[in-house]
């Protein structure tokens, strides 16, 4: 079993930078893919960024890109994204997910490749 604890999320300002952590306790593994994604209000959960374990590689939407970075620490354990230049349409619940499968860039935004996810964090952006 996989647990994923998100940090506190919080309320910015457009234009603000916010970084959130996701920290995974339980099963051991030496391959895995974390990624973030988020759900706004009256929206389906779409994909923001992952990240792989072994090289570091990193996929983002396009939403993001260019604005937020996503970065792991395998020593820790945990996985961070730093969101800077927020928008108002960045507002939405993050949620942390995790597989011990180490997905091709094709993959790694597919919610249906992660088997465990945090409990989502609140983001709010706006004046």
């Known amino acids: 079993q996989v647990q994923l604890t998100e940090s506190a999320g919080g309320w910015v300002q457009p234009g603000g930078s916010l970084t959130l952590s996701c920290a995974v306790s339980g099963r051991a593994s030496s391959t895995w893919t974390m990624a973030w994604f988020r759900q706004a209000p009256g929206k389906e959960r779409e994909f923001v960024a992952a990240?792989?374990?072994?090289?570091?590689?990193?996929r983002y939407a396009d939403s993001v890109k260019g604005r937020f970075t996503i970065s792991r620490d395998n020593v820790k354990n945990t996985m961070a994204l730093q969101m800077n230049s927020l928008k108002p349409e960045d507002t939405a619940i993050y949620y942390c997910?995790?597989?011990?499968?180490?997905?091709?860039?094709?993959?790694?935004?597919?919610?249906?490749?992660?088997?465990?996810w945090g409990q989502g964090t609140q983001v709010t952006v706006s004046s």
């Open positions: 997910a995790w597989t011990s499968r180490s997905w091709i860039t094709g993959y790694m935004g597919r919610q249906e490749g992660y088997d465990y």
């Open positions: 990240i792989r374990r072994n090289d570091g590689h990193p």
